[in-house]
């Protein structure tokens, strides 16, 4: 039995080792069509030359062939649009044709990916999402509505880092903003308080099980690359997302089992995201309903998107500023200029506070939460910049690259908010050089709240308190090095000491 086992698995691996081998003889005609790059070896294709750091790898390979640049990770055809110009092209005049998603095996682990805004193909459906999302959550009016929710969550941020900075000296910057962007997306998209506390261990649980679905989500799978691997799960990637899973996924039914059986017994004419999507009734080709699956699904993928990137975001702000004191004073000036001594960082400060809006800006630029975005694919051949891409393709917008571009930037590995003085260049899709959140009709969604957040969070943390590196650490010595995954962390988490400025 186990022989005859062996053998029928190594007799498909052959015959799909031999189908990719044909598939590439009968290709070998259209090469001289597609884009320049690295010539690949038989059957694995370009996979020896990426490194560790994909987005790295990729910005090397793409100074020596060119802003776009053709690859084949086994199976996989990729191509990689590394420089503003080829962006600009991608969004502006091919975005249609590259709308929908890739998705690995990962992601659609479960049907993950039909129940997500930013994972499901470009459709119905996801038109559906994106407009529910911008309407009942998203939207100008909807973020202003829920600005008190956002200042008591701040409040409640401060509180617990004053807390732990008089307790332990030291605090773990992106820990702390992750439980405030939690309980900020939960209470305007479900209309609960402060779920997540530092003493919570669902928030522990729920963090370290982000981490490790990022983690394995991002991580080179060989199921990934040749497809007829993947029902035998080499690497186990999907059974360990599975159990990653569970927890955060399990927090979100949670809430939504609970608001489905609150309503049976009650209404209420004031309704939140959640009620919206629980009574949704599709017209014009939409689904009828939204399952309870796919709710959960989009909740959790709120919670996530929400928590962890903005939380990064503002780890990698503190460690800029921390390793640039006087850019770090800069900022507090302006905040003792503009907000004063005696009141707390408000919404309606972030317009005049021009020298911090240009630190987001600059960190985003430096450290954008997803270096190669959502990678999209293909819906039919096309071409692309003269070049033929077939159908399927995966397409990869390196975002770090473009942003460190000297083409587009003077000094740009410099971490200079002076360069956003006087700038007209924003993250909101349009200029192509600086695109953190992506550009065309897949660009972020939470765009308009994610930056209100981070101005908000970074803002009052700067106001409230004075930050320095633990003892024996210098700006010269500090650890800038990056952990790649899809999305792009720290190494190692910041830790810095806090002086209180004002605790409340």
Known sequence: MEWTLAYTIWSCISLGVVLLLIREIFLVSDKKQLPPGPPGWPVIGNLLDLGGALHLSLASLSKKYGPVIWLRFGAVNTMVVSSADAAMELFKNHDLTFADRKTNEAMRLNGLYQGSISLSEYGPYWSMLRRICLTELFSSKRITDTETLRANCIEKLKKWICEEGQKKGAVEIARFAALGNFNVILNAALSKDNFLDPQSNEGTEFFRSVSRVEELVGMPNVADFFPFLQWLDPQGVKKKVERALEHPLNIATGFVKERIEWKKGHLTSRKDFLDVMLEFQGKNGEPTKISEKNISILIMELFIAST?????????????????????????????????????VEESDIGKLHYLQAVVKETLRLHPPAPFLVPRRARENTIFMGYSIPKETQVLVNVWAIARDPVSWDDPMSFKPERFLNSSVDFKGQHFQFLPFGGGR???????????????????????????????????????????????????????????????
Not at 317 to 338: G, T
Not at 443 to 458: D, K, N, S, T, Y
Not at 472 to 484: N, R
């Open 308 to 344: 962890d990137t903005t939380s990064n975001t503002i780890e990698w702000a503190m460690a800029e500023l921390l390793r640039n004191p006087n850019i770090m004073r800069n900022v507090q000036d302006e905040l003792d200029q503009v907000v004063g001594q005696n009141r707390k």
């Open 442 to 504: 897949r660009i972020c969604a939470g765009i308009l709240l994610a930056e209100r957040i981070l101005h908000l969070v970074l803002g009052s943390l700067i106001h409230s308190f004075d930050w320095s590196l633990e003892d024996g650490i210098t700006p010269e010595t500090m650890d800038m090095s990056e952990s790649f995954g899809i999305a792009l962390r720290r190494t190692h988490p910041l830790r810095a000491i806090l002086k209180e400025r004002r605790c409340r």
